[in-house]
């Protein structure tokens, strides 16, 4: 199974990008990238995800490098409400339904 | 349209004490799963189910029982609790073909 490497914490200036990266380097060519975070105890909410291209939506955008081996999460502008704990994760699909392998997460702090 | 319902919120529980945590959901998702957060550490997979009947073991399995008999409904059973199952327990839910996880907002248990 593919693992991935976050920093454990980051602060962010409130307005200003937060970009957070994750490594992956061990990832198989048929396994997506997904991140998600956690706001105070509450239940995971799925960002984005992605495979090999760039990606965005109205939350964040992702840009996954060449040769797929770190990703980087970008939130253009953050808000207080953007802290939380992020998770990169490299879905591993097994039998039909595949499951998510949460690391330790990266705590991102966004300060006034 | 509730989403993912998990319930109760909160419980406590003696040790030897048997339970059921209850996870519905109203979107038609094939697939669901149970995982445990602990302090400090992010999710783990405890079930999953990828549809009615059928269910198979996650990352830490042990000490716990699932069921699927329907869509809807994903009970997990604790049928002796341990103080070492003291956790935050999150449901998760996917459609099948779709990519992102909806979790529920997870219940509280202490084993004492």
């Known amino acids: 199974d593919a693992k991935t490497t976050q920093p454990p914490s980051m602060d962010c200036a409130e307005g200003r990008a937060a970009n957070l990266p994750c490594n992956h380097s061990?990832?198989?060519?048929?396994?997506?990238v997904y991140w998600y975070r956690q706001i105070h105890s509450q239940g995971p909410q799925y960002i984005i995800h992605?495979?090999?291209n760039n990606e965005t939506n109205e939350m964040a955008s992702l840009i996954i490098t060449e040769d797929r081996k770190s990703s980087t999460l970008i939130l253009p502008h953050a808000t207080l409400r953007d802290t939380a704990v992020y998770y990169c994760i490299v879905r591993v699909v097994m039998r039909q339904g595949g499951k998510l392998i949460f690391g330790q997460g990266t705590e991102l702090s966004v300060k006034p | 349209n509730a989403g993912v319902t998990q319930t109760p919120k909160f419980q406590v529980l003696k040790t030897g004490q048997s339970m059921t945590l209850q996870c519905a959901q109203d979107?038609?998702?094939?697939?669901m799963s149970w995982y445990r957060q602990d302090p400090g550490m992010g999710l783990r997979l405890i079930h999953y189910s990828v549809g009615a009947g059928i269910t198979d073991q996650g990352e830490v399995p042990n000490g716990y029982n699932v069921s699927r008999s329907t869509t809807e409904d994903f009970p997990l059973r604790l049928l002796s609790a341990a103080p070492s199952q003291t956790s935050v327990y999150f449901c998760a839910t996917r459609q099948a073909k779709r990519y992102g996880y909806t979790f529920g907002s997870g219940t509280r248990l202490t084993v004492v």
């Open positions: 061990t990832i198989s060519g048929n396994e997506y």
């Open positions: 992605g495979l090999k």
């Open positions: 979107m038609n998702h094939e697939y």
